[in-house]
């Protein structure tokens, strides 16, 4: 894990899609809504073992609505569908940047393996 990471930037973009995040270490990543959602790292998402972890579909639209400091450590996303439980440490945040390729990946392959879709439900 990438503890030792601080936050020199966290920025959202105008269209609430893709927070920009830049590292002390000079790293830099843009990471979507859609993405930051489906690997929350709350229980919902997670769940309480590897086990338990949930594939989340239809999120490919979703928005940041809130972004919420959790005292000088982490920030609390707060999208669109209400989703709001996920903490979001300095070191998770990295992480997701570092490994987005292949975490994006894993989900498309998983997305695709369960029958599920990144599209929104349709009511």
Do not use: C
């Not at 920025?11 to 000079?26: C, E, I, M, W, Y």
């Not at 949930?54 to 639209?61: A, D, E, F, L, R």
């Not at 999208?79 to 990946?105: C, N, P, S, V």
């Amino acid at each position: 894990m990438s503890s030792d990471r601080w936050p020199t930037e966290i920025r959202l973009s105008k269209d609430k899609r893709t927070l920009h995040v830049a590292f002390d270490n000079g790293e830099a990543f843009d990471l979507t809504a859609e993405y930051l959602r489906i690997a929350s790292p709350s229980a919902e998402v997670q769940g309480h073992s590897p086990a338990e972890r949930k594939t989340v579909p239809g999120k490919q639209n979703v928005e940041i609505m809130k972004i919420d400091p959790v005292g000088n450590y982490a920030v609390k996303l707060t999208f669109d569908d209400m989703h709001d439980t996920g903490i979001y440490g300095w070191g998770y945040l990295h992480e997701l940047g570092r490994d987005q390729t292949a975490k994006w990946e894993t989900y498309l392959d998983d997305l695709a393996a369960k029958g599920l879709s990144r599209d929104p439900l349709r009511r």
